[in-house]
């Protein structure tokens, strides 16, 4: 099983390769706001692993392994998103907090998120009574503060 930081790495160089068609060290160093060497370093131990083939001259790529473990963080980071906009998590607050919570989900926990997406898609009507429930508490919320 890869690390948290391991993970993030996987999934940042396979998101990378699907919009681009590669990664480098220089886009992983700049989407992960780390130094080049550290970068290098991450991949090296990757690559000791099996999740990425290193050529030192000619940059990396994800293995079959690598891209299989790279397609499930990924599937998992977009779901967590999808689950945090559902529940009416505030726009601009969801990336971030997708990032802090993805690695610490068991996938046990990550398959039943799965089913309670799917529950409110599948009836709009689910999707309009949390609404309700939100409206009522946020309003209760600032009677509090008054
Ligand atoms: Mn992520």
């Known amino acids: 099983m890869p690390t948290p930081t391991m993970e993030d790495y996987i999934e940042q160089i396979y998101s990378l ?16 706001l780390v130094h080049p060497s550290t970068v290098t370093k991450m991949i090296q131990k990757l690559d ?15 293995t079959d392994k690598g891209k299989k473990v790279g397609k499930r963080l990924v599937d998992r980071h977009d779901l ?3 689950f945090l906009e559902i529940i009416g998590v505030d726009e601009e607050l ?16 990550i398959d039943r998120i799965t089913d309670l997406v799917e529950y409110f898609k599948e ?20 009677d509090e503060t008054k």
């Not at 390769?17 to 992960?32: C, Q």
């Not at 000791?48 to 994800?62: A, C, P, W």
């Not at 969801?94 to 926990?109: K, M, P, Q, T």
């Not at 709009?124 to 919320?141: G, V």
């Open 123 to 142: 009836d709009e009507q689910r999707i309009l009574d949390l609404k309700k429930i939100q409206a009522r508490n946020e309003s209760a919320n600032k």
């Open 17 to 32: 390769i699907s919009t681009k068609g590669y990664a480098r060290v220089t886009d992983l160093a700049e989407a992960l």
């Open 48 to 62: 000791k692993e099996n999740f990425v083939h290193y050529e030192k001259y000619r940059g990396f790529i994800l």
């Open 80 to 82: 967590l998103e999808e």
């Open 94 to 109: 969801i990336y971030d907090d997708v990032e802090g919570i993805e690695h610490h989900l068991s996938w046990n926990a």
